[in-house]
């Protein structure tokens, strides 16, 4: 059976910089082909690329995820009855939730009461919702709120709690999956994957020492040292960084859709489209302050596959090596990842079945400009969203 999956390779050099660090504050790094490279992690990308949506798409089409989700819901509840006192509210909010997930909402232990009283309620790990199931449980509540305290023992309001909480799903959730660990049954599988991006080549963490000065020292009676030294390890590299989409997935968690006045096959082609803007240009914010390390790709290479997604980072299992009068590692690198595609494409028989698009940038990048169309930005999320939605229409 064909498939429908929308798969990016991008490359992109960063300068000094410390993207994602453990807990230690070194920069992350991996084993590869035998030698160090740096890394970052796949959850660092999603979310830079999911607080990107915020740019691009309509807040309806997003979700919020958060342990304060009984606060969110009675911002809701209080919209629609102004009348509702907040502790009220907040007991409304989280009897909803709790019924439509089966997880527990109450104030954390350690939390003390202030002025305003005690702490709001909170779930015991994060909580992903749609903006449309967060109106959807604030109506539910409302209406709770005038039926008395057997209300939610009806099996047929349960339900309908349920079904609120696993319908007309946010992009975001559609794409990167939701876990409920006291509600399995309305998790939501991730559309999105999402790799660590690794370096081309070995990349070694260096250390930059620091000091910083105390403007009101006197400089006459006051010591002349600095008022302040400290340290921050950094490194710089050329990552491969690659995604995939399963559009199938993504159409089936999305549903209907999230607005009624609109083709069927809108909702997938908004998504995938933002999708491959966001991943494109989003960037962890990792000590950015401090390197300014705001780089956009050197190249990206866009293709939708009928078959399986197929990452190439098998083409940097040899680490790049510098270029050795000129240095640099793009080019090798663009010429690897070009080789590898075409030959595993040509090996496995997929080499007809991907319409592809290229996206580079300077003379280094030429070795992919064989792969696809070349384009621009606007260009290659307008023509992957036209791709996308004649396959939905097809489907």
Not at 294 to 314: G, M, W
Request: charged share 25%.
């Amino acid at each position: 059976m064909a498939r429908t999956i929308l798969e990016l390779h991008v490359l992109q050099t960063v300068p000094p910089s410390c993207l994602n660090r453990d807990d230690t504050g070194t920069p992350k790094t991996a084993v590869y082909g035998g030698v160090r490279r740096a890394r970052v992690s796949s959850q660092a990308w999603k979310r830079a690329a999911r607080q990107r949506f915020h740019d691009m798409l309509d807040p309806s089409d997003l979700g919020v995820r958060t342990r304060k989700v009984a606060e969110l819901l009675t911002e809701r509840i209080r919209k629609i009855d102004e009348s509702v006192e907040k502790p009220e509210a907040w007991a409304l909010a989280a009897e909803a939730i709790q019924v439509a997930t089966g997880s527990k909402i109450e104030p954390p232990k350690r939390a003390k009461a202030n002025a305003e009283g005690p702490p709001a309620p909170e779930s015991k790990y994060l909580m992903f919702f749609s903006a449309n199931q967060l109106d959807g449980l604030a109506a539910l509540a409302i209406k709770a709120r005038g039926a008395g305290k057997d209300f939610y023992k009806d099996k047929a309001v349960k339900e309908e709690a349920r079904q609120i909480a696993n319908t007309r799903h946010s992009v975001d959730i559609a794409l990167f999956g939701r876990m409920v660990a006291d509600g399995a049954d309305i998790n939501v599988d991730a559309a999105a994957q999402v790799a660590h991006a690794i370096s081309v080549h070995q990349a070694d963490i260096e250390s930059d020492y620091y000091t910083a000065v105390d403007d009101y020292k006197n400089r006459d009676t006051d010591d002349l040292g600095a008022g302040m030294i400290g340290t921050v390890e950094f490194n710089s590299a050329t990552l491969y960084r690659y995604a995939a989409v399963d559009v199938d997935l993504l159409r089936k968690n999305l549903g209907k859709g999230l607005r009624d006045d609109e083709p069927v096959t809108e909702p997938v082609r908004r998504a995938a489209a933002a999708f491959v803007q966001s991943f494109i240009t989003s960037l962890p914010t990792g000590k950015v302050n401090t390197f300014g390390n705001h780089t956009l790709p050197d190249a990206v290479v866009v293709k939708v596959r009928s078959s399986r997604p197929i990452n190439a980072v098998a083409a940097f299992e040899e680490p790049c090596r510098a270029e050795p009068e000129t240095g640099g590692h793009v080019r090798h690198a663009a010429q690897a990842l070009a080789s590898y595609l075409s030959e595993v494409e040509q090996v496995y028989g997929v080499a007809n079945d991907a319409p592809t698009w290229v996206m580079r940038v300077g003379k280094n990048t030429q070795a992919l400009s064989e792969l696809g169309i070349e384009v621009s930005l606007p260009e290659l999320v307008a023509a992957v969203g036209e791709e996308i939605a004649g396959r939905q229409g097809q489907g």
